[in-house]
């Protein structure tokens, strides 16, 4: 007589890479990570890929011009009916030199620190209307509306339309997920995020050249007119991109920052013992809970990376929230720490911000708006309670964070 075997289930590593893109690992992706990193350098991941899984390969990856993050539209998107406007970042040189060339200028040290006076404002409007609540949604009350209204104000978009801005850039952000873990609904929202916000950028843009104002939008309109080649399809996916890494990330920065000091009551009160760790603490939280948790790479030239041989065109997802908790690299990894990038020697940088050529151009801007949030908090609010215990997070797997954070605050405000 023959017997026949039960199949068997996926192994250890196959599991855990099944839960690390997994929706109901949004809350916690960092146990799936551990054993991926436990696993190796690389893993076979979805797609035909391989996930880098530790920090010393994610670091190197990033920064080797060598590795391409221009075919990433073909490999999460290949079957998509809408193309998503082309920006630089996902360009190569020489027109990823020329359009960040452009873009920069917005994003100067001076510039940036010029527009600290207006983020305090928001903040202490939108902080003070939260504190006479009482309770509050922080995603909706502060994380949302602050880096919505600093991206808009930079560029130029009229108060009218945040909420519309607001709108489409979430429909594009969740677009930004691999096709195959997309509803139709979701693909369909895509689309039709795809389209309104060409239509009013398109309209807008040709608004500034017609009346050029005093923004982000009229420089870049005018850097066209004048003769620089920057098609109108350029011009859009250079506004996308400004947009949506410009406000959905920080949006998560922001509720991954305060959930992470409403667990650990400890290091809320170092902050406001010390309101000087705000700026080091930003790093922190970047690194110990970032707002983008992978992105992918192709390789155009034959390359080797720990002693693994990749051909041209092979593929690999970099875990960029895997590598932040790499033990290797940050002692403690698992554990906030909100002293860590105030010591010295400095620690291993973090990753949340993508190293090389594509190195978030947006990043000084979302640093300030974090740390102008936690003086705020350490200055105003005497004791914030959180209202559940797993707040719900939002399906995303790009760009991931929570869809509320519902707490309580108790106002500590002498005024």
Do not use: K
């Not at 195959?180 to 040709?206: I, M």
């Not at 949340?352 to 102008?372: D, K, N, P, T």
């Amino acid at each position: 007589m023959t017997t026949t075997s039960a199949p068997s289930g996926p192994s250890v590593v196959e599991q855990a890479v099944l839960d690390a893109f997994a929706p109901s690992s949004r809350r916690d992706p960092y146990r799936a990570y551990e054993v991926l990193r436990a696993a190796g350098p690389f893993v076979p991941g979805p797609l035909g890929t391989q996930l880098v899984t530790r920090y010393a390969d994610c670091d190197a990856i990033l920064q080797d011009p060598t590795w391409s993050h221009a075919e990433e539209p073909d490999l999460l998107h290949p079957a998509s009916d809408v193309e998503l406007p082309g920006s630089f970042l996902w360009m190569e040189p020489p027109d990823h030199t020329r359009l960040r060339r452009l873009v920069s200028a917005a994003f100067t040290p001076r510039r940036i620190e010029g527009m600290r006076a207006h983020a305090e404002r928001i903040v202490d409007s939108l902080l003070g209307t939260a504190l006479a609540a009482g309770e509050t949604d922080l995603i909706e009350s502060l994380a949302y509306p602050l880096p919505l209204t600093m991206v808009c104000d930079l560029l130029g978009v009229p108060a009218d339309a945040h909420a519309d801005v607001r709108r489409m850039s979430a429909g594009i952000a969740r677009g930004l997920d691999p096709d195959a873990l997309l509803s139709p609904e979701e693909l369909a929202a895509r689309t039709t995020a795809v389209h309104d916000f060409a239509t009013f950028f398109g309209e807008l843009v040709a608004q500034r050249r017609a009346h050029p104002r005093e923004d982000l939008i009229t420089a870049l309109a005018q850097v066209e007119a004048d003769g620089d080649v920057l098609s109108p399809q350029e011009m859009l996916g250079t506004l996308l991109i400004l947009v949506v890494a410009g406000h959905e990330t920080t949006v998560n920065l922001i509720g991954n920052g305060m959930l992470a000091l409403l667990r650990r009551p400890d290091q809320l009160a170092l902050l406001r013992r010390d309101p000087e760790l705000a700026a080091p603490a930003v790093d922190e939280v970047l690194r110990f809970d970032p707002p983008v948790h992978l992105t992918t790479r192709t390789a155009r030239a034959e390359v080797t990376v720990a002693g693994r041989t990749f051909a041209p065109g092979d593929a690999v997802i970099v875990l960029i929230g895997s590598a932040n908790r790499d033990p290797d690299a940050f002692p403690d990894a698992a554990e906030l720490s909100l002293t860590r990038y105030a010591a010295r020697p400095r620690p291993n940088r973090h990753l949340a911000f993508g190293l090389g050529l594509h190195y978030c151009i947006g990043a000084s801007l979302a640093r300030l708006e974090m740390e102008v949030v936690l003086r705020a908090v350490a200055a105003r609010v005497a004791a914030i309670e959180l209202l559940v215990d797993d707040p719900p997070y939002r399906p995303n797997l790009v760009v991931r964070g929570m869809a509320e954070l519902p707490v309580r605050l108790t106002n500590g405000d002498p005024r």
